[in-house]
């Protein structure tokens, strides 16, 4: 079957966990939508390349949404494939020189399928070598001999689908996948037998899934997704943090400001500020 994939820019005012999105526009960053057939596994793919001038260097952070992500990488980039645990903290990455990444960013369900790797057995971003995990190694050595990125969403694509005949995904990692949808879709949903109630199951049964597939448990995906949503709207013009607070259902605006500054540490002012003075606050 030959897919052409949808792949469109990550926009500035999307959820994308970018913090100071402004830089965007010095990347050439896409989204690519996988097959119907392999949703259960990849959320999402993407592709960032750069070329910058000598001695210029961006220090990007990212609020990463609470997923792994498998990337393969060349030019000025810490190795060949690497892989991002959920992160506890918003990430950062010095981007300098040229280069290129593929992303796969996995829903709950998927790194089982590509590896036997567990989220609590590997570091929040580290390369992917055979040593490591030889199996995922040749799998994105697969998808890397492609070379423009819908080559590669469409070569993943047919890897996956032929995994998955012989790894079916079990009812406990589905019921994780169903978590995170349900939060990223309604961020203020509630945790607790509240969840429960709207997927149909037990709160330990929630608790266990989540652990398993992410390392986490619901209130810390939540509150991860959550928090991506304050950066989307702290990165829009005339960003009100009180307003922002009430919206997104946080007790007050200093339990906001708490939270956003212990992950991205500095608080949603201070960054309003530095969206401003460097000019990206712009829509």
Do not use: C
Not at 5 to 23: F, H, Q, W, Y
Not at 25 to 49: C, G, H, K, M, N
Not at 125 to 141: G, K
Not at 248 to 275: E, S
Request: aromatic share 4%.
């Amino acid at each position: 079957m030959v897919r052409h994939p949808v792949d469109r820019p990550i926009d500035v005012t999307e959820r994308s966990g970018v913090l100071a999105p402004a830089n965007l526009p010095l990347f050439d960053a896409q989204w690519f939508t996988p097959a119907q057939s392999v949703r259960d596994v990849v959320d999402t793919y993407w592709s960032v390349e750069w070329n910058l001038p000598d001695r210029t260097d961006i220090d990007q952070q990212v609020l990463e949404f609470p997923a792994v992500t498998l990337s393969i990488e060349s030019g000025s980039v810490p190795a060949p494939f690497v892989l991002t645990n959920v992160q506890r903290r918003a990430w950062s990455r010095t981007i300098r020189g040229t280069g290129r990444v593929f992303g796969i960013r996995l829903r709950p369900a998927g790194l089982g399928v590509l590896s036997d790797l567990e989220p609590s057995s590997v570091e929040q971003e580290q390369p992917v070598t055979a040593d490591l995990d030889a199996v995922l190694t040749r799998h994105l050595t697969t998808i890397g001999a492609e070379t423009s990125p819908s080559d590669r969403a469409e070569r993943a694509d047919r890897l996956i689908e032929d995994l998955l005949q012989k790894h079916p995904i079990s009812e406990s990692r589905l019921l994780a996948n169903a978590v995170v949808t349900d939060l990223a879709e309604n961020v203020r949903s509630r945790t607790g037998p509240a969840l429960a109630h709207r997927l149909g199951v037990s709160e330990r049964a929630i608790q266990r899934a989540l652990k398993e597939t992410l390392g986490m448990g619901p209130k810390a995906v939540a509150r991860r997704i959550r928090l991506q949503e304050v950066v989307r709207r702290l990165s829009l013009p005339d960003a009100d943090v009180s307003a922002i607070a009430a919206a997104l259902d946080y007790t007050d605006q200093a339990h906001l400001i708490r939270d956003f500054k212990g992950v991205a540490g500095t608080t949603p002012g201070q960054y309003i500020r530095a969206m401003h003075s460097a000019g990206g606050s712009s829509g």
